[in-house]
């Protein structure tokens, strides 16, 4: 393990030395942010690079895609400040006994439709039919869970079928599952062909998408720096909702899709972005649930300040013009 922070450190160091000439490196604070897949729950860090908002409040960040269990280790070994994300895997870390937080929401909504074949017109057709989703007891499936029961069905008349994120539409393609759990912009595809959405997952679920955690080392000793953090984030992230044609030029960039795509993937993300980026304890809330859905904690009370910390975040928030309690 020590060998892969090594190698994280070296592609960091890497990736440092091609951003900016080292006069201008030096008066940076330099911050490395590690995510684990791309997609639009990083639109505001890639937005925060491109359109130099980092830069503009003295921070030089360096990017590096890696799994969520090595980025935990390397965040405790300090090669990596931050780690986009909250959800049960950060969750589940900090229960753990690692000294880490969740700092900010990039969204307080998820972004999830269920999709069925044609001749399935609703819900109710749809029970004791299989349903695509990409694990069981994860966010997706406890959140699918969740918007069933929020639209009066009872979960248990569906039957669960653990797919990869690339199989989902083939198989309901080829009807190896009856409807399927997407988000933007594979959920464009399927409505492309003529698949019909029966559940809008994200509107019943408030579980947060996206997002920020780091260790309490880090808030603690540099809270302006995480401050200057949320701050880039969160204006990157209102800067998505005022420009479409910026924003959809960074998703055309960073999640290479077509213009068709990224405009409908655009239109989905401005109904789940507007957020203030302040941790919600509703939120965090739903990811416990998703955990002990899964078996994990089911023994465990966990108040939010044992996983959460919100107070920069509203302190941004604030200073943003956001109405904060």
């Known amino acids: 393990m020590k060998n892969a922070i090594e190698r994280i450190a070296l592609i960091l160091i890497f990736v440092a030395g091609l951003v900016m000439p080292a006069s201008a490196q030096d008066k940076l604070t330099r911050v490395r942010i590690a995510y684990p897949s791309g997609g639009i729950c990083c639109l505001a860090l890639y937005g925060g690079i491109q359109w130099k908002i980092f830069e503009e409040h003295g921070l030089q960040v360096e990017i590096v895609q890696i799994r969520s269990q090595i980025g935990n280790m390397a965040m405790m070994a300090g090669e990596i400040q931050y780690f986009t994300g909250i ?5 589940s870390a900090t229960l753990r006994g690692m000294q880490s937080r969740g700092v900010w929401f990039a969204s307080d909504q998820l972004i999830y439709s269920l999709m069925a074949r044609p001749e399935i ?3 109710r057709e749809l029970r004791g039919k299989k349903i695509g989703i990409t694990g069981l007891g994860g966010t997706s499936h406890v959140a699918l869970q ?7 069905e009872n979960p248990k008349n569906f039957v669960y079928v653990v797919l990869g994120a690339a199989q989902m539409l083939p198989a309901l393609e080829t009807g190896s599952v009856e409807a399927a759990m997407f988000s933007p912009p594979f959920d464009f595809y399927a409505k492309k062909k003529k698949f019909r959405e029966v559940l809008d ?11 920020l955690t ?9 809270p302006d720096e995480v401050k200057r953090v949320l ?20 998703i055309l960039k960073y999640l290479q899709v077509d213009k068709e795509a990224a405009e409908d993937t655009y239109e989905a993300l401005k109904k789940t972005v507007s957020g203030s980026g302040v941790p919600t304890h509703e939120g965090m809330d739903l990811i416990m649930k998703s955990l002990q859905a899964a078996g994990q904690f089911t ?17 941004v928030a604030k200073e943003l013009g956001y109405r904060i309690p």
């Open 87 to 91: 959800g049960p895997a950060s969750v």
């Open 201 to 211: 997952v994200g509107a019943k679920v408030k579980m947060p998408l996206g997002g």
């Open 146 to 152: 969740i918007a069933l029961e929020a639209a009066g």
């Open 299 to 315: 023994d465990r009370k966990v108040a939010f300040d044992e996983i959460a910390d919100d107070r920069i975040a509203k302190e």
């Open 121 to 123: 017109p609703n819900l």
């Open 231 to 250: 701050r880039s984030l969160q204006l990157a992230k209102q800067e998505v909702l005022r420009s479409k044609e910026k924003a959809t030029a960074l």
């Open 214 to 222: 780091t260790m309490l080392s880090t808030i603690r000793n540099r």
